[in-house]
C-alpha cells in the first residue's frame, strides 16, 4: 500500500479553523510574506498561494480590500486584478508549462466560495488527463511539489517579470 503524506491539510481535513476574522485580511498583513503564501504584492491586490491546491502553482489573487462582492470592488483594484492574473499566467507558463489555465471566482456559499467574505481570484495550471483516478476515484490529489518549493519558485518568477 501506498501512502500520500500532505500535512498541510490536517487543518483542513480536521475542521480546524482559522483564528476569528477572515484568512485573507490576516494574511496581507502578515510579516512574512513566506510563512503567509504571498508571491507577490500589488497596490490595490496581492497574490498569495492556495493552501489546499488543487495543482501545483494555485494562486489565488486577492484585493486587500475586505469586500463580498466583485460589483463592491473599486474599478482601480479590478483592473489591477486583472492585470496580476495576465502575469500570473506568464509566470505559471513559464514555471510548469500548462495545457491551459483555470480562471474563476465563486462569489457567495452557494456558489462553492470556502470564502464567501472576501472577493478573490483562482488562477491555476492545468493539463490534459491531470484529473486521473486518483481525484475521481480516490477523491486525492496528488501533488508533485510542496507548498514551500512553489512559492520560492513563484517568487522568484513574479520578481523577474518587474
Known amino acids: 500500500m501506498d501512502y500520500l503524506w500532505t500535512p498541510w491539510r490536517y487543518a483542513y481535513i480536521t475542521g480546524e479553523k482559522e483564528a476569528q476574522g477572515c484568512v485573507f485580511c490576516h494574511s496581507k498583513d502578515a510579516q512574512d510574506d513566506c510563512k503567509a503564501g504571498i508571491v507577490h504584492r500589488g497596490e490595490r491586490c496581492y497574490i498569495c498561494l492556495n493552501a489546499f491546491p488543487y495543482t501545483s502553482g494555485h494562486v489565488m489573487v486577492i484585493p486587500y480590500e475586505h469586500l463580498d462582492e466583485l460589483r463592491k470592488l473599486p474599478r482601480e483594484a479590478a483592473r489591477e486584478m486583472m492585470d496580476l492574473c495576465q502575469r500570473t499566467e506568464t509566470v505559471l507558463r513559464n514555471l510548469y ?12 456559499s452557494a456558489a462553492g466560495a470556502g470564502i464567501a ?13 491531470d484529473a486521473n483516478f486518483m481525484t475521481v476515484v480516490g477523491e486525492t490529489r496528488v501533488l508533485p511539489e510542496a507548498l514551500d518549493v512553489t512559492w520560492e519558485r513563484m517568487k522568484n518568477e513574479f520578481e523577474k517579470q518587474q
Not at 467574505?117 to 492545468?126: A, D, E, K, N, S
Open 117 to 129: 467574505g472576501h472577493v478573490h481570484m483562482h488562477v491555476l495550471p492545468r493539463w490534459i488527463a
Open 97 to 108: 508549462h500548462p495545457d491551459g489555465i483555470n480562471l474563476g471566482m465563486n462569489i457567495g
